[in-house]
C-alpha cells in the first residue's frame, strides 16, 4: 500500500510538472513555428471500455521533434467507489497529457489499429489550440462529467478543434442516418453479450430519428471518416480540406483481436424459449404448473431488474430512464417468485397468475408502438415470459374446472 500511494503520488508530481513545462512553452511561444498537430482515432478493442474505440490529439514539433498526445479518455478507476458512481452516471474523466511514445507503446500492446489524420490548419490557429489545450490542462479545468453519448473523449476533440479555427468547419452532408443504438451496435459485432446487455439498459432516447451527424460523432470512427471529407473556409469562402494527409500508424494485432463468439444470446434464448414452450405444453396437457420454472424466471426477470430499475430512476446517465423495459424487469418481480415458492411449499394454486399475464400482454401491445427498438434477443426474452404466463393461467383454469367438477359430482 505504501508503494503504491508513492507512486500515484510520483505520478502526480510528474504531471504536474509536465503540465508547467507545457505552459511555460506555450507562453514563451516556443513552438509556434513548427507545430503540427492530427488526430489520432484508435480501433475498438477487446476490454469493455475500449470496445468503441478512442480519440486524442496530437501535438508534434517538427523541428525539436518534441510529441505529445493529448487524453480525454482518462479516469481513475481506483478512486472510492469508483463502480458505484460509474453505474450512477457520476464518473468524472480527465485530460491528460503524455508523451507519443508512451501512448504508441500502449495500443500497441492491446493490439488495435491507430491511425492518424494531420490537420490542415495554419500556425496560428495551432498555436491557439495549443493554448486552449494548456489551458484545459489546468487542475481546476482537466476534469468533467462524463457521458458516452454527448460528451466524452472524441466530443471534446472536436469541439476543442473547432473552438481554435477562425474558420467555420463543414462537414459533407451524407444521405445515411444512424440511430445512436445502430452506431453501438456497429461497434459490437463481435459482442454479442455486449450488446444484449447495453440493449437492456438503455432506452428510447438512443433511437430518436432526429439524431443528427453531429451527434452521430460520438463514436471514434465516425468522427473519424467525418474529418475525412471535412472542409474549412479559406481566402474569403474557398472551402479546403481539413485533413492535409492521413496514415495508419498501428496496424492491428490479429492475435489480439477479438474472436467470434458462437454461444450468443441469440442461440441461448432461442433454447430458452424453446425449452419453455416445450414444458408448458406438457404441464396444460397434464394439468399441473411446474412452478420451480416460474419461480426461476421470476427471479432472473427481478435482478435484471434491480440494475434497470435502479438506473432508470437514480443514474444520471442518458437513455437509461426512458426504458420501457423497467415495466417488466423491476424487483417486484422477485416478490411474485417468493410467492411462487410459497405456493411450492404449501402446495397452493397460483391466484396471481391472471396478474402476471395481463402485465406481460399489456408490455407486449405497449411495445409495438413506443419508439424504443427491441433486438432479437430482448424480443426472446419477452417472448418466453409472455409465452408462460398465458400457458400458466390456462393450466390453472383447466386446474380449477377439474377441481369444481370432482364437486359437483
Not at 67 to 83: A, L, P, R
Not at 173 to 197: D, N, Y
Not at 260 to 274: E, G, K, R
Request: hydrophobic letters at 45%.
Amino acid at each position: 500500500m505504501y508503494l503504491c500511494k508513492n507512486f500515484a503520488h510520483m505520478q502526480t508530481m510528474l504531471r504536474y510538472t509536465y503540465t508547467l513545462l507545457l505552459s511555460m512553452l506555450c507562453l514563451c511561444g516556443a513552438w509556434a513555428d513548427s507545430l503540427q498537430i492530427s488526430v489520432l482515432t484508435c480501433a475498438p478493442g477487446t476490454d469493455v471500455y475500449a470496445h468503441f474505440g478512442h480519440t486524442a490529439i496530437r501535438l508534434k514539433n517538427l523541428d525539436k521533434q518534441d510529441d505529445i498526445v493529448f487524453n480525454y479518455g482518462c479516469f481513475d478507476y481506483t478512486e472510492e467507489m469508483f463502480v458505484y458512481k460509474f453505474i450512477k452516471g457520476e464518473t468524472d474523466y480527465l485530460l491528460e497529457v503524455e508523451p507519443a511514445d508512451f501512448f504508441f507503446k500502449r495500443y500497441e500492446y492491446m493490439g488495435v489499429q491507430v491511425d492518424e489524420q494531420v490537420l490542415n490548419i495554419t500556425q496560428p490557429e495551432a498555436m491557439n489550440l495549443f493554448r486552449l489545450l494548456v489551458l484545459n490542462l489546468q487542475p481546476e479545468n482537466k476534469q468533467y462529467r462524463y457521458s458516452y453519448l454527448y460528451d466524452n473523449c472524441t466530443t471534446r476533440a472536436r469541439d476543442m478543434i473547432e473552438s481554435a479555427l477562425t474558420e467555420e468547419v463543414f462537414y459533407k452532408k451524407s444521405s445515411k442516418r444512424l440511430t445512436a443504438r445502430q452506431e453501438l451496435h456497429e461497434c459490437m459485432q463481435k459482442a454479442p453479450w455486449l450488446r444484449f446487455g447495453i440493449d437492456l439498459v438503455l432506452g428510447e432516447e438512443i433511437d430518436d430519428p432526429t439524431f443528427d451527424k453531429r451527434h452521430q460523432m460520438f463514436i471514434p470512427a465516425h468522427f473519424e471518416a467525418e474529418l475525412d471529407s471535412a472542409f474549412i473556409a479559406r481566402d474569403g469562402g474557398k472551402l479546403q480540406p481539413l485533413i492535409s494527409s492521413k496514415e495508419t500508424i498501428l496496424q492491428p494485432n490479429p492475435t489480439k483481436e477479438e474472436a467470434d463468439t458462437i454461444i450468443t444470446p441469440t442461440i441461448v434464448l432461442c433454447i430458452m424459449f424453446i425449452a419453455t414452450l416445450f414444458m408448458s405444453i406438457i404441464d396444460f396437457c397434464k394439468r399441473k404448473v411446474t412452478y420451480t420454472l416460474d419461480a426461476t424466471l421470476c427471479m432472473t426477470q427481478g435482478i435484471a431488474g434491480i440494475l434497470i430499475s435502479f438506473l432508470f430512476f437514480c443514474s444520471e446517465h442518458p437513455a437509461v430512464n426512458s426504458n420501457w423495459l423497467v415495466g417488466v424487469f423491476n424487483p417486484l418481480f422477485i416478490a411474485y417468485a417468493a410467492y411462487l415458492i410459497y405456493c411450492i411449499v404449501k402446495k397452493k394454486n397460483n391466484v396471481m397468475a391472471i396478474a402476471y399475464m395481463l402485465i406481460m400482454i399489456a408490455f407486449s401491445i405497449t411495445a409495438m408502438f413506443v419508439n424504443q427498438s427491441f433486438d432479437i434477443p430482448t424480443k426472446l426474452v419477452i417472448l418466453t415470459l409472455l409465452t408462460r404466463s398465458i400457458f400458466v393461467y390456462a393450466t390453472e383454469l383447466r386446474i380449477r374446472k377439474r377441481k369444481n367438477n370432482k364437486n359437483v359430482q
